[in-house]
Every structure is written in structure tokens, then in C-alpha cells.
């Protein structure tokens, strides 16, 4: 699990746009699959993976890996992942969407370039 959430800070930081969208912002997300527990921590521009927490998250997703995977490659969305009951979602509104909104724009160019190789081969 640690390792697609790198992936995912590795893309957020790879789009300057994203940055703004975390300015001012402190927000800790914990992401549990029930054989990891996983934190991600949200410090103003900075994303980074943090271990035993003393604090309550702010946001704590619970469900399957491939589940958490599909959120975090942005191949679904957070609030209609918890809507269809795939995953467990707690949080306040404000950040399950400014988390969402990472999940999904920090994907946007890979999901246009597989629609584009698709095309192409089909």
C-alpha cells in the first residue's frame, strides 16, 4: 500500500496546479485495508507518508486493496466509492473533496494517454 501511495505523491508533485490546492492546508488521511494502516499527511504544499500517528485523522478510508488502489490511481471517485459502500469513508465534506480532487487531477494526464493508446490499438 505504501508504495501506490508514493506513486501518488510522486504525481501530485509532479503538477504544480496541485500545490495550490494544498496551500494553507493541514490534513492527515489514514488508509486502512486491514493488513496495512497507512498515513498520509497533508502539510501545506507537502504530501508525505507518516507512521504512528498521536493524533485523530482528519480523513480514514477503510476497504480492499485493489479498492484503495483504484481511488488512489484515480479510477474512481472517493465519494462514490462510499456511496456504492466500496469503501468506508469518514471524514468532514470540505476534505473528502479537497482529497478526492488530488486523487483524481493527480491522474488526469495518465487516464488521456491510456484513452489515446487505446484508440490507437483498437
Known sequence: ???????????????DALQKLMM????????NNE????????????????SGLD????VIIEGSEDDLKELL???D???SMKKREDLKVKGKLKDLLLIESLFYLAN???RKGRKHVDSKIG
Open 108 to 110: 488526469t494526464s495518465d
Open 35 to 50: 493488513q496495512e494502516l497507512c498515513y498520509l499527511m497533508v502539510d501545506n504544499n507537502l504530501l508525505k507518508i507518516v
Open 24 to 31: 494553507n492546508r493541514v490534513l492527515t488521511v489514514s488508509f
Open 73 to 75: 490511481y484515480g479510477e
Open 77 to 79: 471517485f472517493l465519494l
Open 55 to 58: 493524533c485523530d485523522s482528519h
Open 1 to 15: 500500500m505504501k508504495e501506490v501511495i508514493n506513486e501518488f505523491i510522486n504525481r501530485v508533485r509532479e503538477k
